[in-house]
Every structure is written in C-alpha cells, then in structure tokens.
C-alpha cells in the first residue's frame, strides 16, 4: 500500500513539474520575439575592434549588459558612456538625500561597469532630463569625440524614435549616436539599437507599450540573457532596486525568469 501511495506521489509531483515547466514556457513566450535568431558570432557581426554602448543615465546600460559581457567574455573592448549621473531621478528606495542622488548613481553606473570588465566608462554631467534641452550639435559632438577617443566597430544605443521607453533624454541620446555615427561617413562604426520585446510591451505596458512596441523596428538578434546579471546589475544600482516593483509590478528575479533575450536592430536595416 505504501509503495502504492509513494507511485502515486512520484507521478502526481511529476505532472506537476510538467505544468509548472509548461507555464514558465507560457509566461516566456508573453516577452519573446519570434523567429528572432540569437547572435552567432560577435566578432563576425559586430567587429572586434570594440563596442561603444551610449547612454544617458545610470541603469540604461542594465538593458544591454548581456551583450557588454558578451563582448568581454570574448575579449573584445567594451566602453560604456553614460551622459548624465542621473541626479534628477527618483529613489526606488531612498538611499541618499536628494541632492547628493548624482553621486550615488555615478558610483551605481561605475561600479557595474566595474563588474562588467569594461575597458573604459565616461560619465559626464550633462542633466539629467535636460538633454533635449541642450543644443543638439553639442551633445552630437561629445558622442562623437567618443566614438574618436575608443575608436569602435559598433556603436549601441537607443532607437532614437521608441527609445525602450520613450523618454526624452533616451530619445535624445540615440539620434545624437545616430548622427555622430552618420557624419563619420564610409568610416563609420556600426550603429546598433536595443529594443524592448515588442510582446510584453504591448501585454504589460499598456497605452505607452503599445505606442513604443508600434514605432520600434523589427530586431535582427537576440542576446540569450542570464537572469543573475541582471538581477545583480539592480542590486548594484540600490537606489534603483525597486524600480520595477514601483514601475510593473512585479521585481527582478520574475521579470528575468520571463525576459530571457535583449533584441537588437541594426541600424541601416531599421532606417
């Protein structure tokens, strides 16, 4: 009789693991792509003399490290520029007294450059939410003496039209790329976006997701993304850590076990 019980248990506990691995699959499926093949050969690709990631606050670079450690892992140069410290942001929880935030976020944003094992990080102080407000040639120019300074062959950025979020400075810092790469000519790096996934914009992110999911371009490749980077990259970024939560609903460690790729367009095939 017990042996009877213990069977039934075993396969009882067995059709559970079956459901609970076919729902992970599910949920994953709400934030995948499809048919978006995963990016084969980095230096094929993407070049191997370096990747130049521009930004415009600490944290951005937590939407792209899959494809920074990549580049690392595989010993090609990674520099990270980030052009603001991200002083006029909120505190997802308070860490620090307000005025001293772009302090704290400098070090946030070194520090997981740091973990990264990128080559070189700038971080320059340009306003945090002022970078619209700045004359555009200017900001153009300071991208660009970056892009002179690390010499790449890939430049990633924002999708200057969607901007995974469509905040402004985001918006902003992508066309500065995109024209300090366009003014560069036959000699240019190539520019890159990352993307958000098109599906759990439109699933979760409600009247703003699907304006973003609807102007994003297609992607051209995905980066498999381990969860822990992720999850470490927020615990590092602290006075961030629960932007999510604040923001979705739901924190790190269930938003990385369902948003396992960053997507990826390419430039001159999305202009």
Excluded: C
């Amino acid at each position: 009789m017990a042996r009877i019980i213990l069977i039934g248990a075993g396969v009882a506990f067995g059709v559970l693991l079956v459901a609970a691995f076919a729902a992970l699959m599910i949920a994953r499926s709400l934030f995948a792509e499809p048919g978006v093949a995963r990016l084969a050969d980095l230096r094929a690709e993407l070049g191997e003399a370096g990747l130049l990631f521009v930004f415009a606050h600490p944290d951005d670079e937590i939407t792209a490290n899959a494809l920074m450690a990549r580049g690392v892992a595989e010993g090609v140069p990674v520099h990270l520029f980030t052009a603001t410290r991200g002083e006029a942001g909120t505190q997802y929880p308070p860490v620090v007294d307000q005025p001293h935030l772009g302090v704290v976020r400098e070090a946030e944003a070194r520090r997981h450059g740091f973990a990264l094992g990128v080559a070189s990080h700038t971080v320059l102080d340009l306003g945090d939410g002022q970078l619209r407000a700045r004359p555009f040639d200017q900001l153009v120019e300071r991208v660009s003496a970056e892009i002179e300074r690390t010499r790449p062959s890939t430049v990633i950025s924002f999708h200057p039209e969607s901007a995974i979020s469509l905040h402004p400075d985001h918006m902003a810092i992508g066309e500065a790329a995109r024209q300090a790469v366009l003014a560069l000519g036959d000699d240019a790096p190539r520019l890159v976006y990352v993307l958000a996934p098109r599906p759990g914009l439109r699933r979760f992110g409600g009247e703003r997701g699907q304006l973003i999911a609807d102007i994003q371009p297609d992607p051209d490749f995905a980066v498999p993304s381990p969860a822990r980077d992720k999850q470490r990259a927020w615990r590092i970024h602290e006075s961030q850590s629960r932007y999510l939560q604040a923001t979705y609903g739901i924190g790190p460690r269930v938003m990385y076990a369902l948003w396992t790729r960053e997507y990826y367009a390419f430039a001159d095939a999305a202009d």
